[in-house]
C-alpha cells in the first residue's frame, strides 16, 4: 500500500516530534531542538541510519551548552561556528548558534509530495535559516532545500556544517571524492604528516591505513577535512546492514567535508560524522585568517539543494 504522510501528532521524551514518511523512509524531526533529525529509518528493512548516544537521551539544551554534553546523536545544523570562539569582539557559543534553539515549523501535505519547513533567526549573527525537508512518493531520497539570509546590511563571515552522525560497524566504508585530507590540529599527535592523500594516511606506529575503512576496533578518535573535491556527494556503505547512503550537495557551497571518526577513542562512542562543510578548520577566528570561511554580503542570501538517497545494496533498484 502507498505511504505518503506528514504529522505533528507524535511526541518523544516531552518534546513535539514531525513525521515525515514515504514507502521507503521515516524521518523524524524536533523543531523545537534546533530542528534536529533525529531518525532516518529505511521502512522496508526498519534499518535506523543515524547514531543516537547511548548515555544522553534527547533533551533540551540552554543556549550556549557545551555541545558533547547534550549531543543525543542524529543530524543536527551546525553556524556559524564550530567550537566555542570569539571574532571581532562576539564570542559565539560551542557549535554556534543554531542547534539549540527553537525553530518555528509548518507542514506542507501535497499530492505527491510532504514537507516540513523550520526556520529560526540566530541571536548573535543576524541571520535567518530556513530548511525545507521533503519526501516525494515513491522516492528514497530526502530532499533538504537549505536558505541563510543575512539580515543587515553588513557582511557576515561564517562556518556552515551538515552534521548528520551515522551508525557503524566494521563493514561500512566512506567514499569521497577527495583528494587532500588536512588532520585537525587537536589530532595530529595520531598521524605521521599534517595532510595526506586521501584516502591513505600513515597513522603513527600503526602504518598505512586506508581511512576510508571504518575501523570500530581501532580506540582512536580522529578529525580531517577532506578538500579538493571532484564531486559535491559522500557515500556512506554499510555492507552488514545492505544500505548505501548518498549524501550529494553542491560543492560550491560545501567545497570541503570534514570527517570526525569516533571508533571508542572519545568517551567510549562508536560513530561517523561525515559533515560537508564551508569552510575549517574548527576555530572560526583561525578560518578567518587563513581565508577558509564563508562570506555572506550584506542584505543577500546563500542556498543549498541537499538530498541524502538511500538504496538497497545489490538492488537493481
Not at 551538515?162 to 569521497?176: G, K
Request: proline content about 6%; glycine content about 6%.
Amino acid at each position: 500500500m502507498s505511504v505518503l504522510r506528514v504529522t505533528d501528532d507524535w511526541s518523544y521524551r516531552g518534546f513535539g516530534a514531525v513525521i515525515l514518511e514515504n514507502e521507503f523512509l521515516r524521518v523524524s524531526t524536533f523543531p523545537e531542538l534546533g530542528s534536529k533529525i533525529y531518525d532516518i529509518t529505511y521502512v522496508p528493512s526498519q534499518t535506523s541510519l543515524l547514531w543516537h548516544n547511548p548515555r544522553i537521551p534527547l533533551r533540551k539544551a540552554s543556549f550556549g551548552s557545551k555541545f558533547d554534553d547534550a549531543w543525543a546523536g542524529g543530524w543536527d545544523e551546525i553556524f556559524p561556528n564550530d567550537q566555542e570562539s570569539v571574532l571581532d569582539g562576539e564570542r559565539y557559543p560551542d557549535m554556534g548558534e543554531a542547534w539549540s534553539l527553537d525553530w518555528n515549523y509548518s507542514t506542507q501535505n501535497q499530492k505527491n509530495s510532504v514537507s516540513i519547513t523550520t526556520s529560526v533567526v540566530t541571536p548573535i549573527t543576524p541571520a535567518q535559516i530556513t530548511r525545507r525537508l521533503t519526501l516525494e512518493r515513491g522516492s528514497r531520497s530526502l530532499k533538504c532545500d537549505y536558505e541563510i539570509e543575512n539580515l543587515s546590511g553588513d557582511p557576515i563571515k561564517f562556518l556552515w556544517k551538515l552534521h548528520p552522525a551515522f551508525e557503524i560497524n566494521d563493514r561500512c566504508t566512506i567514499q569521497v571524492p577527495a583528494k587532500q585530507a588536512l588532520v585537525d590540529p587537536r589530532f595530529r599527535h595520531l598521524f605521521k604528516e599534517s595532510s595526506y592523500e586521501w584516502p591513505h594516511a600513515e597513522l603513527g606506529d600503526r602504518g598505512r591505513v586506508d581511512m576510508s575503512k571504518v575501523d570500530p576496533n581501532a580506540g582512536l578518535c580522529t578529525c580531517q577535512y577532506l578538500t579538493g573535491l571532484q564531486q559535491g556527494l559522500v557515500r556512506f556503505r554499510d555492507d552488514l546492514r545492505g544500505l548505501q547512503s548518498t549524501l550529494s550537495f553542491p560543492k560550491e557551497v560545501f567545497n570541503n567535508v570534514w570527517l570526525f571518526l569516533d571508533y571508542g577513542g572519545w568517551r567510549d562512542s562508536y560513530l561517523a560524522a561525515i559533515e560537508p562543510s564551508t569552510g575549517y578548520p574548527h576555530d572560526l577566528a583561525e578560518s578567518v585568517r587563513a581565508g577558509h570561511c564563508t562570506t555572506l554580503e550584506g542584505n543577500s542570501t546563500i542556498s543549498a539543494k541537499v538530498s541524502l538517497s538511500v538504496e538497497p545494496i545489490g538492488a537493481d533498484s
